[in-house]
């Protein structure tokens, strides 16, 4: 019985399912989802990624056979897209990688006269979902972006102008309806989503069940409605796109129960919501069920979204005002005249009862010589 493990930037180990035979079909599918950004882009470009077999049986500790290490650039540089621009869909990397010994192995197999440098080879496919090319694009020009933004943060881009007030964008994805997928049983299918708005970083979603998952997923965004910030949201459209984690790589059925070369494709996408943000340039908020479309235009669902804008600096005047008009309420209300009106009531209804005014006083003033108005309220309570 063998199994691989598969070691991958800062994630913890995976491992495939044991196996069985000297030929073995693992079968196996591993997925890494992780934050893209310039320092991800970087190790992807320079580093490798190491998977290592493993004999294993029940009850002992596993023991390395051996090891071979797969170029984590070629997902930089040899990457193919498909000739769909709206998909931008990654092609799958196919590598028959050589399993070099474990050294300690090698060495009582030389003993025995038994020396090879190879112990087979191991077939792995592997692709990103979303393409690293455009990511690269992105980060080559945020510092540009960036540049631009502050040099805008301040009315009508003069400097020493009063500066622009900060806005909160909230985003609240909440749930999807009746999602569709051209394969297999809707009904298994786990999907997540993601989307990137304006200059901040990619957003990822928990993975869900079904085709009815609810998110609940909602980020809040601090930003300056500066002129580059007013052309973004005039002129272009919030894109979510969901996946569906379940789905195979190409060449593999659901559940990876085939290993034919040349297996049906199957696309992990289940579709794109494109909202467009003009709303949002108008300070007013976004609200509703909105289409979720696959690559063609098809139908796959809808998703429910709401987004909010406030204006901090608006918001701080009304909370500001709501206080002075309490302050206010209460000073007025809390005069001569209303302490004399509140004595009045009271001893009408004591001037009722046949009680000791020295004892009347030690029930108001808690027993002591002196009545507070903490003892008087506590009393009346």
């Known amino acids: 019985m063998t ?5 991958f930037y800062d994630h913890g180990t995976k491992t495939t399912q044991l196996t069985q035979g000297y030929n073995p079909q693992y ?25 290592e077999v493993h004999l294993a049986e029940s009850g002992k500790k596993a023991i390395l056979l051996g090891a071979c290490d797969v170029l984590l650039s070629e997902l930089v540089y ?21 399993i070099v010994p474990n ?27 979303k393409p690293i090319q455009e990511a690269m694009r992105f980060h080559r020009d945020t510092t540009e972006v960036m540049d631009a933004t502050r040099a805008a943060t301040t009315a009508n881009g003069k400097p020493g102008s009063q500066p622009l007030n900060k806005q909160l964008v909230t985003i609240q994805v909440v749930a999807c309806k009746d999602l569709q997928v051209p394969y297999g049983d809707a009904f298994k299918i786990a999907p997540f989503f993601y989307y990137h708005f304006f200059t901040f970083d990619e957003r990822y979603s928990q993975t869900a069940a079904g085709n009815n998952p609810t998110f609940q997923d909602s980020q809040t965004y601090s930003m300056q409605f500066d002129d580059g910030t007013m052309k973004y949201l005039e002129s272009q ?32 996408m ?31 669902g809808k998703v429910t979204i709401k987004i909010s804008v406030v204006d901090t600096a608006a918001s701080g005047k009304k909370q500001a005002a709501a206080q002075a008009d309490i ?3 209460q000073k007025q209300s809390f005069n001569s005249g209303w302490e004399r009106d509140v004595v009045m009531r009271v001893a009408r209804k004591l001037a009722k009862l046949s009680i000791d005014v020295e004892l009347m006083f030690g029930i108001f003033s808690r027993g002591t010589k002196s009545c507070t108005r903490e003892d008087f309220k506590y009393c009346c309570l």
């Open 237 to 268: 459209t919030l894109d979510i796109v969901f996946f569906d984690d379940n789905a195979p790589l190409t060449g593999l059925e659901r559940g990876g129960q085939s290993s034919n070369l040349a297996g049906p494709e199957v696309d992990d």
């Open 3 to 7: 199994l691989v493990t598969v070691d």
């Open 27 to 51: 079968k196996s599918q591993i997925s890494f989802r992780s934050e893209m950004n310039s320092f991800y882009v970087e190790y992807l470009a320079k580093n490798k990624m190491r998977l």
């Open 103 to 129: 050294a300690a192995l090698t060495g009582a197999f030389s003993s025995q006269g038994n020396s090879s440098s190879s112990l087979g080879n191991l077939r792995i496919k592997m692709r990103m979902r």
């Open 327 to 329: 302050k206010a309420s």
């Open 270 to 300: 289940i579709g794109i919501c494109k909202l467009p943000l003009a709303d949002l340039a108008k300070g007013s908020g976004i609200n509703g069920d909105f289409a979720i479309k696959g690559l063609k235009g098809e139908p796959r």
């Open 78 to 98: 040899g990457e193919r897209l498909a000739a769909d621009s709206l998909s931008q869909k990654t092609a799958v990397i196919e590598k028959h990688l050589n």
